[in-house]
């Protein structure tokens, strides 16, 4: 059995420390100052590791193989199988008309200006995506539809990444608040309600931060009810879905509560015409002669969350599960750490996860709007075209991500951080930062670094349910720059080959809201400890 080593650089953590996050920095630095597409950035990251892994942490060439492709084949089923189905729906959308619909149904029901469409879609519907979907689809899906209301592509799919962080924590229904309970021991629905007591700020505070990137401070000044509104809402219906009602259905309850409640409000409260942001004369407002009816732009969006809630509820996906015990790896190498624990390396298998039951949501929809067998597999073949790069990246940030937590890099990288004593506070949330970011899934961060955060939490006599629950709203913060989440999005707008500028402009974005997470978390420490739920 191969034992980590936690010091290998001459005996010296701080030393040691700097080299394991060579492969991170590799990643940051190929993205965001050589601006070079994800999976160019994402194999250098992995080329840096398998290196350091090797030659530094002296793990053994089949080890180093055998986790990384154990990484790959998890990001390939079950992330990108959900990915892949929820761009088939999208596409089966679009050939359909009720893409079209959808949008002309947004037109013709919220005032001319595109700030209120972005808060509309870009936060309210995206957060509802992420709860059902998750891994990057709704960047895909709200990034086009900004698009088509006259949004810059750029543009568009920087402010839906900066969006879609309130609700990540809960997405794909609650399936990272599930693997943080497993990898910690501590109860799920504890963790749920801890996470509830943090993101509902952060999502308070988005609508206005992504406003004043948008519009300005003029834009907050004019638009200050609406976000309020659409802010607020999501924020009490997430904290009372996560502590009272069930943490798995929190995106899907809080994003119908934010929308339909800014919808209503829209209608007794219109915001001044402001021509600098009214919506081009080129898009069309009404649907086309001989389209499908405006409300019918609903009907995949229905179908998928009907779909996906009643999958989860008579909990389908558990049906055929295998447990696949990863040759090579499993129980082969122990975890210095956690006192020489045998690292176990099990690969669930779900023929009927999540993906399967978006795509028989794609099949339902191509149905409903009798879309013919030749369009449905064009539509496949489209969705492939597409997504074939983001699933290679993907493949790699994860393998990454694998490679570094079984050679022992990301053990001596949370080492690191919890030896800074009460400084741990502060940089708690950016090692959920940093797993997110290299993973592009809470869910893999949660596994990553969670069990890391208990550990060091205890040792330095801090509550360890906060900072479990904080490496996942920690790692909401670093989705936004996953090459695995832009990678996905620029797949469906026309952007491929652009993810460096898209990185280097959501990076600053990241920080500042990870580090207001970090002074939130240490306020729930230190001054109100009371709120932290018991378990």
């Given amino acids: 059995m191969f034992k980590q080593l936690l010091t290998p650089v001459g005996d010296s953590l701080p030393l040691s420390f700097l080299v394991a996050a060579l492969p991170i920095l590799t990643v940051l630095v190929l993205l965001g100052a050589l601006r070079r597409p994800a999976w160019q950035a994402s194999l250098g990251g992995l080329a840096v590791g398998l290196a350091t892994a090797m030659i530094v942490w002296k793990l053994p060439l089949t080890l180093a193989l055998s986790a990384v492709a154990n990484g790959a084949v998890f990001a390939l089923w079950p992330v990108m199988w959900i990915v892949l189905a929820a761009l088939l729906l999208y596409n089966i959308a679009v050939v359909s008309g009720r893409f079209e619909a959808f949008r002309s149904w947004l037109l013709t029901n919220v005032p001319n200006d595109r700030r209120i469409v972005l808060i509309v ?67 799920a629905h504890a963790l749920a309600a801890m996470i509830g007591r943090q993101l509902p700020v952060m999502a308070a505070i988005l609508p206005f931060y992504v406003m004043t990137l948008y519009g300005g401070w003029r834009s907050v000044r004019a638009l200050w009810p609406v976000l309020l509104v659409a802010g607020l809402s999501f924020a009490a219906a997430q904290f009372a879905a996560s502590n009272y009602i069930d943490y798995t259905l929190t995106d899907v309850v809080a994003s119908l509560f934010s929308l339909l409640a800014t919808l209503a409000f829209l209608r007794v409260w219109r915001p001044r015409p402001d021509p600098a942001f009214a919506i081009p004369d080129e898009v069309e407002r009404e649907v086309r002669a001989g389209a499908a009816p405006a409300w019918q732009g609903w009907l995949p969006w229905a179908i998928i969350s009907a779909t996906v809630v009643l999958w989860t509820t008579f909990k389908v996906a558990a049906i055929g599960q295998r447990d696949i015990h990863w040759p090579l790896l499993d129980k082969a190498i122990s975890i210095t750490l956690y006192h020489d624990k045998p690292y176990a390396a099990v690969w669930t298998f779900q023929p009927l996860a999540t993906g ?51 050679s022992g890099l990301a053990y001596t990288l949370g080492l690191g951080a919890a030896s800074t004593g009460h400084a741990f506070v502060l940089l708690s949330p950016f090692l959920g930062w940093v797993a997110v970011m290299l993973s592009g899934s809470d869910t893999s961060g949660n596994a990553l670094f969670g069990n890391l955060q208990v550990v060091a939490a205890n040792q330095l006599n801090l509550n360890p349910v906060l900072f479990a629950a904080t490496n996942s709203s920690g790692g909401v913060m670093g989705k936004m720059i996953s090459p695995q989440n832009i990678a996905t999005g620029v797949s469906v707008t026309g952007l491929t080959g652009q993810e460096g500028q898209i990185f280097a402009r959501t990076f600053p974005h990241s920080i500042v809201l990870t580090l207001i997470l970090g002074a939130l978390v240490a306020a729930q420490q230190f001054l109100i400890p009371w709120i932290i739920p018991t378990h």
């Fill in 121 to 187: 879609i870009g936060f309210c519907f995206g957060a509802l995506l992420e709860g059902v979907a998750g891994f990057g689809t709704p960047v895909a899906i709200t990034g086009s539809l900004l698009i088509l209301v006259g949004f810059p592509p750029m543009e568009a799919l920087v402010l839906v990444l900066v969006f879609d962080t309130a609700p990540v924590a809960f997405g794909a229904l609650g399936a990272p608040v599930t693997v943080l309970g497993s990898v910690t021991g501590l109860p």
């Fill in 356 to 406: 399967t039951a978006i795509l028989l949501a794609a099949i339902l929809t191509a149905a409903a709007v009798r879309l013919s067998p030749a369009a449905f597999f064009n539509c496949a073949g489209q969705t492939v075209r597409q997504a074939w790069k983001a699933v290679v990246t993907v493949m790699l940030i994860v393998g990454l991500a694998y490679l570094m937590n079984y």
